[in-house]
């Protein structure tokens, strides 16, 4: 099968099972609260307390109370730690997928490029709860939500996308290498400390802004905060953002052939 038609069939797959896909999402996220009192309150209470340890830590306990361009380095800090909690969670969960959905897989037919979409879509979903979280924290703070907000979806869409490239290639593997989860997850510490997540790239080194260019996490996490709050200015993320699709989209195209090649073997090696 060449390259227009594995992709041609992964979409249509995703597309033409989207209901089912949503009902696994939602399947998955009982599932993880399952038996819990709270259930899918959960969803947010989890990135509550999460911002609760953050503003402990950094406003209590280290006191860090430098603004960062007029906005709380704590609210700066939480638009950025919810933006990559979301794409770190759905990344590792996406590349285990095929393995943890392998009893089904074994007892019927199903249409698999589904699968890593599905732990992708149960995140987007707890990534949306979360953001009522986010919103909340900065009317809270006091600090003004940015006119550029209705282009947060956009950056919300460019992230799915990524990740979802990404789990196309990542639950493949996976399958054949049962190792590379363990990579991942140390792949994904090390893009977290090279990432804007907790700090702020100084434009005056060139070689850290090359590396913020070509990193895709960072641009995400500044469209999240130039959206939601400082303004988003085109000229300024039409490089990055260019280089973004550039990436996403060999990912998608590379995650699309490599499951279609392989995926004949997966009954076999699970």
């Known amino acids: 099968m060449g390259v227009f038609g594995s992709v041609k069939t992964v979409v249509s797959e995703i597309w033409n099972n989207k209901v089912r896909l949503f009902r696994l999402a939602k399947y998955e996220l009982k599932s993880q609260h399952g038996g819990t009192f709270f259930g899918f309150l959960w969803n947010f209470l989890n990135p509550a307390l999460q911002i609760l340890v953050y503003w402990f830590v950094f406003s209590v306990g280290l006191r860090r109370g430098d603004d960062i361009d007029g906005v709380p380095y704590i609210v700066w800090l939480v638009v950025g730690i919810i933006c990559w909690y979301y794409m770190n969670q759905a990344m590792l969960g996406a590349d285990m997928s095929i393995l943890n959905f392998s009893d089904v897989l074994k007892r019927m037919s199903f249409p698999i490029a589904i699968v890593p979409t599905k732990t992708v879509a149960a995140n987007f979903i707890t990534h949306i709860c979360s953001m009522v979280i986010v919103f909340g924290v900065v009317l809270a703070s006091g600090a003004k939500i940015s006119s550029s907000v209705w282009l947060l979806p956009y950056y919300i869409f460019a992230s799915t996308f ?97 499951h279609m090649r392989l995926r004949h073997k997966f009954i076999d090696l699970l």
């Open 162 to 258: 990524f990740i979802t490239g990404y789990g196309l290639i990542a639950s493949t593997v996976n399958v054949l290498f049962r190792d590379f989860h363990n990579f991942s997850n140390t792949a994904l510490r090390f893009l977290f400390f090279i990432s804007p997540v907790m700090w702020e790239p100084s434009k005056d080194n060139g070689l850290l802004m090359l590396i913020m260019k070509l990193n895709p996490f960072a641009y995400i996490l500044n469209g999240y905060r130039d959206t939601i709050l400082y303004g988003w200015n085109f000229s300024e993320n039409l490089t990055t953002g260019l280089i973004f699709w550039a990436i996403s989209i060999a990912m998608f195209i590379a995650g699309c052939i490599l």
